[in-house]
């Protein structure tokens, strides 16, 4: 009896892995510095894992964790704010992998500005992509280790094209990410100066979160899951150039080719840990909890978070 | 056959008709004369159901009268056309109401606008149409049906004497041939004789006037002693009224 | 043929100042024409536009057939009856007050994150010119007109059918070229809101690789498609409508 | 007053469903209306909601003013002129056809951050059912009644203003109502592209620390201020436009 | 003074006149009898520089007439009120248009509307009046203006009988008073026999008849010998016509 009990969960494990449906709720469109995802169907990395992901796209972290609690979809593939955020409205999420353990966020101004440190910023006026986006949030810690608050300079909404208003003088400097100010140099940015925020603040830029729910009831299924992620990762990072070719089929972005690379070299970059002792993915604690009270210091959230609570890295393969 | 019991009217304010009582007998034609704007119009739409009295009833075969009956055929006082369909679709409009538009139903459409003189603007649109052809279109529509009670609101005031004449000999065979009951309102005394039964004056929402027709058509048209006679009659019962 | 030769001369210089305004200005904000212009013309030759065209066109034609149907019906009902008017109105417009941009989770959760989600948004936007046209058209028919009908004996249903729907066509009508333009708005807003697909997708695509020209060429593709469907209805009414457009 | 019961009835229902619904879902989804509206009442009588609606309701009135005149202005002009309306057609379906919210950044630049952008925007997304209707209703006048006016010695000027205007009113100001509520969502969507004030940036920073309760009731406020736009519309043509509805 | 040379006129595919050649004198009344449909409408247009002839030429005092000339008032076949406008509004409109709105101007309004026995009905709106009622407003607003030449399409045809007659008086008695030019269509042969001082008969587009009127109105009324045969005459060119 016992062993035909064991053979029934083997056969319900065999039909499990066969079709592990799994749907993912991006921040973003399909866009080429996730090309490791997308371009599944050569790479087959989720494939040879037994899963059929399901890209859900969205307009903003807060998307991906709304539809993650929605039910819409299994896990977020979302920004570390947007985590805060969330929990700090009381959800109990679990963050189970580090996508981007490199803050990616910078402030970018002029050469000629004058501005030689971030607390060179006072009083100037710097735009930002949205008031609800990560550009703003990564100001504000900017400033904060320079010892200013937002009060201190004028914010102005620039819209996704932030580098233009740079360009011609509307704002004294622009906050934007990584791959913003390659794309920005490709379109004439010369004569510039970059604060990037992780040399002051360095912590997640995105994060793989799920329900805690999902989490009990899917320790396996994750962890499957993100043995494939990691190997696609590692795969992009080996292979940036054949995935900058498959991005072009597969990213809604991907039509420049060269760009494609050049954008998938930064995120391979910010895709690696600070420390080398750390494996890919793996979530610093300390480097975390730091981030969340800064968050709550700049008022960004209001309770006071023990992180601990809602990361872990038992499941990294 | 239709009884008006105490029945009484108003727009808004403005009082119509009150308390008029009065029968409409079976195959009977009935001529209505009456001063522009004493109520002639307002008493067809309440004897045929298109207005509900503010008092009193009206009774059609003993029961009383909410909406047109399917035995009605209306003229309106004003051709009324679609002017999205062309001549032979108004007209056999009716039928494709009632469901009933049968292969015969264009070509007795037709005929019957021959007779009237428009047989070949079947095919036009209203706003193509002089005054008089507009009207006539109208008179065609109600006449499609075959009802048992006509209610005519001056349908030959837009014609020329001779087209009149034609279609009033016509209407009078029509309504021998059918036997209906037909309220016609008329402002031309000549054709109230030529036309009815019984002929009523009507004064302020009352029928000040209401006697048998001692004359007919063949007469009248000769301008004989005798019609002029009954016209002047007519003419002083009317500025009777006018007074 | 002179006329056309002024409008066509009129383009050209809009092309030209839009030109002479893109020297002075970083192609991130204003890309020239000329570059536009290629990058429309490269998207159609290698294919790149078709998919996202097809999609947002689908898109249009199915929120516009169902926003059409609960426009016309909605508008005929609320036309008809003061109360269903009364009930339904503060429901009406709150669908439409409220930006669907910002509802994004509750459409995927409701109606999934693939075409069905921006087939509603797109019916949810241009159902309500189509309502508002028809409801007031409803009330534009003649007294005699309702009485020569009710004389034949119609039934409301026919009087709905045979008077006062085409009595307003004009009407209706013009709520209908409202609409059309604002499906194209409306399925391009779905898009926003997440997608993978569709001209929509491709604006926020093209902006998030802040490749301008890209996003211009979509706009000019979303202005022909626009064209193109209001086009298309002008011809419906001048060869099927027509009649209805006379006056007694 | 049992119809207004019934009314009531229903909305309470609609409300029992959301809150039940809301029971199943994160608070982050879909908020329960009792969270929605306690925070419907504090952000009313902490005074926090008045800035935002007041500026909302001023880029309201003063998009939808501007995009009236142009609605009206541009409607006769391309009512009246065959030629204007083919030359003019284009450039309207596009300004219609391409996403406000494409084009921040030029709108940014052209009108600054301030309040004027917000305004253009507004009125860019408004004038489109009332340029669409007026067109129209230009065209709905009778021969007759044209001919008239013509024996009478008017000018085309007077033509307009006396007869096709007067006659053309409920078919404009359909146009009207749909433009009033589109007057509120082009508002917001000013709004979301680059404002610190405003029930647009309202919902952007709700939606930036995730509070869904806030967001909820800013909706709230908009459709209440959609409903009151539209009552407005409503007593302006029941006290002053009756007249115009008559039909002879 | 109002030339026709060589007037054609076509609507779309049908030719309703052709090179129809003709003059009307000052200070003459008109009247055009003929048959439904025959164009007498469109001649009214055509005279009065609403319609412009296909081919041919309209000449008004040795001008070709291109538009309405501001000496011109028409009172169309239908009352063709502004349903927006009261009673009083629509008969003042054609001095709102020429900005010669005065202070006596309501008052002449009310003066004409009394005269034509609605002038209780100044406040009220068109859809509010009875037919009759609706013609005689379109008629003030047609005398308002005291035009030099007057076009009027059957403009007692929704009369009664002592309305009519008296309204006949009026004009006679304003046309005289005046010295206008009027242009009057009617089916009524004694009423063209009242008012005119020239008769004609139309059809297809010609004048099949053109001749001073031998009678005027006293006569006439009476059924004196001479009126009936003279109204026999004119029946039997329109028969002729009808033929
Ligand atoms: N828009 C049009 N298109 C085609 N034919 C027309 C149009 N308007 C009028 N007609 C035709 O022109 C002819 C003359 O019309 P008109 O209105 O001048 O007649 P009328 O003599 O005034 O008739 P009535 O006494 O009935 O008013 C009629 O046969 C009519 O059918
Ligand atoms: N909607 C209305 N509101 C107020 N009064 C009205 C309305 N309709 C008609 N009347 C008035 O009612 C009276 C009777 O109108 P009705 O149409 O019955 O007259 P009628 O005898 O048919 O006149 P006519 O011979 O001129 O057609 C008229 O004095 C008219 O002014
Ligand atoms: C590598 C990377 N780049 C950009 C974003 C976008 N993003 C950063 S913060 C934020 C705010 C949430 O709305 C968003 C959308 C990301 N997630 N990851
Ligand atoms: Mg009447
Ligand atoms: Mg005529």
Not at chain 1, 98 to 119: A, C, H, L, M, W
Not at chain 1, 155 to 164: D, H, K, R, S, Y
Not at chain 1, 195 to 204: A, G, H, I
Not at chain 2, 29 to 55: Q, R
Request: aromatic share 10%; hydrophobic share 45%; net charge negative.
């Amino acid at each position: 009896a016992c062993s035909q009990q064991k053979e029934e969960q083997e056969v319900e494990k065999e039909n499990a892995t066969e079709n592990k449906q799994i749907r993912m709720a991006s921040w973003s469109q399909p866009i080429t510095e996730q090309t490791n995802i997308l371009a599944d169907e050569e790479t087959k990395f989720f494939k040879n894992e037994g899963f059929d992901l399901e890209f859900i796209p969205g307009a903003g972290g807060g998307d991906a964790i709304k539809n993650i609690l929605a039910n819409n979809a299994d896990i977020a593939f979302t920004d570390a704010g947007s985590y805060f955020n969330a929990l700090n409205q009381g959800e109990d999420l679990v963050a189970i992998y580090n996508i981007y353990p490199q803050n990616v966020f910078n402030v970018v101004t002029k050469e000629d500005s004058g501005i030689e440190r971030p607390e060179d910023l006072k009083g100037k006026t710097i735009g930002v992509y949205s008031l609800a986006s990560g550009t703003r949030e990564n100001l504000l810690i900017l400033l904060h280790e320079a010892g200013l608050t937002e009060d201190d300079v004028t914010i102005v909404e620039t819209g996704l094209l932030n580098f233009a208003p740079l360009m011609q003088g509307q704002v004294d400097a622009t906050a934007a990410t990584d791959t913003g100010l390659h794309i920005g140099k490709q379109k004439g940015l010369d004569d510039y100066k970059v604060f990037e925020v992780k040399d002051y603040l360095n912590f997640s830029s995105d994060l793989f979160v799920v329900t805690r729910e999902y989490y009990e009831e899917n320790e396996a299924l994750l962890k499957d899951f993100l043995r494939a992620y990691r190997s696609s990762a590692e795969w992009m990072m080996e292979n940036p150039q054949e995935a900058a070719q498959l991005a072009k089929t597969y990213a809604i972005d991907g039509q420049d080719i060269e760009q494609n690379e050049a954008i998938i070299d930064i995120r391979n970059r910010s895709s690696q840990q600070s420390k080398a002792e750390h494996p890919l993915g793996y979530i610093d604690l300390e480097e975390m909890q730091h981030a969340i009270d800064v968050y709550e210091q700049l008022g960004l959230i209001e309770n006071k978070i023990e992180i601990e609570q809602y990361v872990t890295n038992d499941l990294l393969p | 056959m239709l009884q008006l019991q105490k029945v009484s009217y108003a727009y808004e304010t403005e009082r119509i008709l009150s308390d008029l009582t009065t029968t409409f007998r079976e195959r009977t034609v009935y001529s209505i004369l009456g001063k522009s704007g004493c109520g002639k119009t307002t008493l067809l739409k309440l004897a045929s159901g298109l207005l509900t009295p503010t008092n009193g009833h009206i009774m059609y075969d003993k029961q009383s009268l909410r909406h047109p009956d399917a035995s009605f055929s209306y003229m309106f006082q004003n051709p009324n056309l679609l002017p999205w369909q062309t001549v032979l679709q108004n007209v056999c409009m009716p039928f494709v109401i009632r469901h009933r538009k049968d292969a015969m139903l264009e070509k007795r459409a037709l005929h019957l606008l021959s007779q009237m003189g428009i047989g070949a603007l079947a095919e036009r649109y209203p706003d193509e149409l002089s005054g008089g052809q507009r009207s006539r279109v109208a008179l065609c529509r109600a006449l499609m049906t075959n009802p048992r009670v006509l209610f005519l609101d001056e349908p030959f005031s837009a014609l020329d004497v001779m087209t009149k004449e034609q279609l009033q000999d016509d209407l009078v065979a029509l309504v021998q041939e059918r036997e209906m009951t037909v309220i016609f309102i008329t402002h031309d005394i000549e054709e109230a004789i030529i036309i009815a039964d019984e002929i009523r004056v009507m004064e302020a929402g009352r029928f000040i006037y209401e006697e048998q027709n001692p004359l007919r058509e063949q007469i009248v048209r000769r301008d004989t002693e005798q019609a002029l006679s009954y016209k002047r009659l007519l003419r002083s019962v009317l500025e009777g009224a006018y007074a | 043929m002179r006329k056309y030769m002024f409008h066509f001369a009129f383009f050209i210089l809009l092309i030209w100042l839009w030109h002479r305004a893109s020297l002075s200005m970083s192609e991130l904000v204003l890309p020239s024409p000329l570059v536009v212009g290629s990058v429309f013309v490269d998207g159609w030759t290698s294919g790149y536009f078709w998919p996202h065209v097809s999609r947002t066109l689908r898109e249009i034609v199915y929120g516009l057939s169902i926003g059409t149907v609960f426009g016309l019906g909605l508008g005929i009902m609320m036309g008809e009856s003061r109360m269903m008017r009364q009930f339904l109105q503060p429901y009406i417009i709150m669908s439409q007050a409220v930006p669907k941009l910002a509802l994004a989770p509750l459409f995927i959760l409701w109606f999934g994150f693939g075409m069905t989600s921006k087939v509603v948004i797109t019916a949810l936007v241009c159902f309500f010119p189509i309502l508002e046209n028809t409801l007031r058209a409803m009330h534009q028919v003649k007294r005699e007109q309702i009485e020569l009908f009710k004389m034949m004996q119609a039934s409301r249903f026919q009087i709905l059918m045979r008077l006062k729907i085409p009595n307003g066509i004009p009407h209706i009508m013009s709520g209908f070229r409202v609409s059309v333009i604002l499906a194209v708005v409306g399925a391009v807003v779905g898009e926003f809101i997440g997608a993978n697909e569709g001209l929509g997708a491709l604006i926020i695509a093209s902006q998030g690789t802040m490749n301008t020209p890209l996003m211009f060429a979509v706009l000019i593709n979303l202005t022909l498609l626009g064209m193109m469907l209001y086009g298309l209805v002008h011809m419906i009414e001048t060869y099927g409508l027509r009649r209805y457009l006379r006056r007694e």
